[in-house]
């Protein structure tokens, strides 16, 4: 087998799907190897290590997740359009991307602390929406930090729930009542 950019990429894609399935810290990269097909050694041809994979999938996923936010509110006319789109395509993304949302979701807790002031993400995207919405006097809480909270309660743990079977999936199909309930949490006023 040849180890060029296929084999990198099928390491990240197997690592991804056993970070998810086994988590991050149960999996070795003797289990990413097998799934992969390939020795063990070969893992380090790509990567220097297990975290530097979970690493590059994390950023890799939260950085596009934020260029795909911003993309949703740069489109909307105004911002509850903005928000609505935003919980519709993480719904969708959750759905269609199984792996890659819950292990944003899962390993947030090993790795946002690398996050930069620097890097993309979608935290400053959503409180710059929300900065917004509180500059329009469209959101009744008036603390910015607050209100991005609040903004991702309704999604995440609803998505949790389908995680831990509490919840029926698909996620798309509670989308509607998950704006409505993210618009409620913030206090938005419709002018």
Do not use: N
Not at 14 to 27: K, S, W
Not at 71 to 80: E, R, T
Not at 94 to 115: G, I, K, N, S, T
């Amino acid at each position: 087998m040849r180890h060029g950019p296929t084999t990198r990429q099928t390491i990240l894609d197997q690592a991804l799907r056993l970070f998810v399935e086994q988590g991050f810290t149960e999996t070795t990269t003797r289990d990413i190897a097998k799934a992969c097909g390939i020795s063990e050694g070969a893992i380090y041809r790509h990567f220097q290590s297990k975290d530097e994979i979970g690493w590059e999938l994390f950023h890799d996923s939260y950085a596009a997740m934020a260029e795909r936010l911003q993309g949703l509110i740069d489109a909307a006319p105004d911002f509850a359009a903005a928000l609505r789109a935003i919980v519709a395509d993480l719904c969708r993304l959750f759905d269609d991307e199984p792996f890659r949302f819950r292990y944003l979701l899962l390993a947030q807790h090993a790795f946002l602390h690398r996050v930069t002031a620097a890097m993309k993400s979608p935290i400053k995207v959503l409180r710059g929406l929300v900065e917004r919405g509180i500059a329009e006097g469209r959101i009744g809480v008036a603390d910015p930090a607050l209100a991005t909270a609040f903004a991702q309660g309704p999604l995440l743990f609803a998505a949790q729930s389908i995680v831990y079977r509490a919840l029926e999936p698909p996620l798309a199909a509670h989308a509607e009542q998950i704006q409505q309930a993210t618009l409620r949490s913030l206090g938005y006023r419709a002018k």
